[in-house]
Every structure is written in C-alpha cells, then in structure tokens.
C-alpha cells in the first residue's frame, strides 16, 4: 500500500489552497489546487478525505510514448469522451464529484439510473471513477457517436476513502463483475514491445470514431497515460470551433500535430478526405456562430439534460452560474417528460459574442 500523506486542509485553508463549499446543507472543504501530495479537487467531506483523480499526461507516439513511460506491463483501456466524476456514499446517499471537487446536482441525481446503492453497502470506503457521457451532458457539448441519447455512466477507476493510488486491476474487475457496473472496454494487458499491436487497436477506434486509449501500469503506483485517435482530433474541433476565441490557441494547435504525429506513425497520408473534414471542422463551427450572431445578436450553445428531480435541476443551474462567473446562463424549459424532468439552458460565449459585435460594426483590429 503507498504511504498516506498527512491531512492536507489546515495547512491548505491557511495558504489559501482550499475553501469551504456547501451542497445542501451540508459543507465541506475542497482543494483549489495541488497540494502536500494530493491533487486539485481532493475533499474532506465529515471526517473522510477524497482524493482528487490526477491530470494524466499524454503521448504523441506510441512506439517512443510506450517505452518511456512503462518499464512493465499495462492495460490498455478505451477512452470515453465525457466528463470525469468520482462516486462515494454518504449518510446512504451516493454522491457525485466533478473533477474539480464540486458536488455535482446533475450527476448526484442520476446515479440511481447507473449504479446498485448495495455496492456501497457492502463495500463503504469505496470511491469510484467514472465518466459521464452522452449528447444530454450539461457540461460539454458533443459525446461518442455511440451514444445517441441521454448520457451513460462507465466506471474506469476504484480508489478508498483517505488512501492515494487506485485498486489493483484484478480487484476493480472482481467488484465491476460482481455488481454488474458499466464499465469502459478493455483490451487486455501489453507491454512496451506491443506497440503496434497497440496501434492497430487504436486504428480500429478511429475507425469507428471512438476517442481512444487509456493505459494504466500495473503495481501500486498506477501511473496512467493516454493517447487519442485522429478522429477525435478533428472532432474536438468541429465540437469547439464556436469557441475560438475562449480557447487558447495551442487547444487547437496541440490537436493538429497530435494528428499529424499520429498519421505518420500510422502510415496514413493526409488524403483529400481528411484535408476536407480538418477544414470544414473549423469553417463549419464558425460559420455556425456567425449566423447565429446574425439572428440572435449573440453567440450560445444549447444544452439539454435529464432530472430525476426537478429541484436537482434548479440546484444545478445555480450550481453552474456559480462556478463559471460571468458566462451569460439562460434558462429556457424545465419540463417533466415521463418519467424525468428535462432541463434546456443557453450559454452564451461571451469573447466571440464580443468580437462579432465590433466586426459588424465595422471595427477594424490590429492583428
């Protein structure tokens, strides 16, 4: 087992590394960056700590990215594009974390639809790590093609309340099979040496316009690493082309030698194609703000999302004109739809929205 670093928080409310946040009425303390050996969005919640799930690096090519990061074997996992939460129970309620370390309304309200309560009975310390993902994500728009409605739930990780590192894989495969939990594809165990067998899997992702791999080293360390298909590249950037202007540029430069990188080492020649689908990806996102500006007077995207609860759904909206400050939030419909009560909101890009505004007026910008 890895040593247990000392309880981080008196020091971190003293440097300000932390502050205290409320979800009902109930507080806690969260960790606003990386501190004393625990990630960014680590909790104390009653006496317990949460570790936060740690930011994993990412290689550019799998023959050299493989050897250098694992002297040993590995797992190779699929990557679902989604977003990272992690699930622990409390006072018999099953809570969910955003990365951050928010408690989040939305995810705490539809776990229910995922995950037995029993798993947590029978095993009370234990901390789970997942993604959320689906067209009806409140938080990012897109999701895997495979996905057509709703959102889905698929655990990746285990972890204990207060202890750093991750379960061994055997266990989290003996607990995912015991409770029936979702969980991410696997493809087996390699080492360095198999990076092309590696690499074809990774094609047949593409291929089906999956977002990629995980790979997770065996031991106590669980050091991780992750790589993604050329599709996702190009998908990320049709998806955050409206975004151009709130993004920093290497968002989308980074994507563009990732693909370049990855085609080489693929064999793959940039074809007609994909010189067609890497363009329209950025004209079509754009073309898309322009003239919505030119309808609307603004630029925002639409979001849609389920409820269990509605007063999940109002404590969700307040909970996300919280954490993004000045993003322009508007409501739109909080209906009940069967068994659920369905949630649409807009929010606005407020840089590009900005932006066009001088544009049509005839500003001129120094570039």
């Not at 003996?174 to 409770?179: D, G, P, Q």
């Not at 599709?231 to 151009?244: K, L, P, Q």
């Not at 007077?297 to 999940?312: K, Q």
């Amino acid at each position: 087992m890895m040593p247990i670093p000392p309880d981080p928080f008196p020091e971190a409310l003293e440097r300000r590394k932390a502050r205290w946040e409320a979800y009902g009425d109930r507080r806690y303390l969260r960790l606003t960056d990386d501190f004393r050996g625990y990630p960014k969005g680590t909790l104390a919640w009653r006496g317990h700590i949460i570790p936060g799930y740690p930011r994993i690096g990412r290689i550019f090519r799998l023959e050299q990215g493989l050897a250098q990061q694992f002297a040993g074997p590995f797992w190779m996992e699929e990557k679902i594009d989604g977003f990272n939460v992690r699930i622990f129970c409390a006072d018999g309620e099953m809570l969910a974390l955003s990365r951050g370390g928010y408690v989040c309304p939305f995810a705490t309200d539809r776990l229910p639809d995922f995950l037995p309560l029993a798993l947590f009975e029978a095993h009370p310390d234990l901390v789970l790590c997942a993604e959320l993902a689906g067209p009806d994500n409140p938080y990012t728009q897109g999701g895997p093609s495979f996905i057509t409605q709703d959102v889905r739930l698929f655990v990746f990780d285990m972890m204990r309340l207060g202890q750093p590192g991750f379960l061994p894989q055997a266990e989290r495969q003996e607990l995912c099979a015991a409770f029936d939990l979702p969980t991410a594809r696997a493809f087996g165990r390699f080492t360095a040496a198999d990076w092309r067998t590696v690499l074809g899997l990774v094609e047949q992702l593409d291929a089906q316009g999956r977002e990629g791999a995980v790979f997770k080293e065996e031991g106590p360390g669980g050091h991780r690493t992750k790589f993604v298909t050329a599709w996702s590249g190009i998908y990320d950037i049709a998806v955050r082309a409206e975004d151009t202007v709130e993004l920093p540029g290497d968002f989308f430069t980074g994507r563009i030698l990732r693909l370049a990188l990855y085609l080489d080492e693929a064999g793959r020649v940039p074809d007609d194609p994909l010189l067609r689908d890497l363009g329209r990806a950025f004209l079509e996102g754009l073309g898309r703000s322009v003239e919505r500006f030119k309808r609307d007077g603004r630029v925002f995207h639409d979001f849609r999302c389920r409820f269990r609860h509605r007063e999940n759904a109002i404590a969700f909206m307040a909970h996300l004109s919280a954490i993004l400050g000045h993003t322009h939030l508007t409501q739109r419909r909080l209906e009940q739809e069967g068994d659920y009560w369905v949630l649409e909101f807009e929010k606005e890009v407020p840089k590009l929205t900005g932006l066009l505004h001088q544009l049509f007026r005839g500003a001129s910008l120094l570039d």
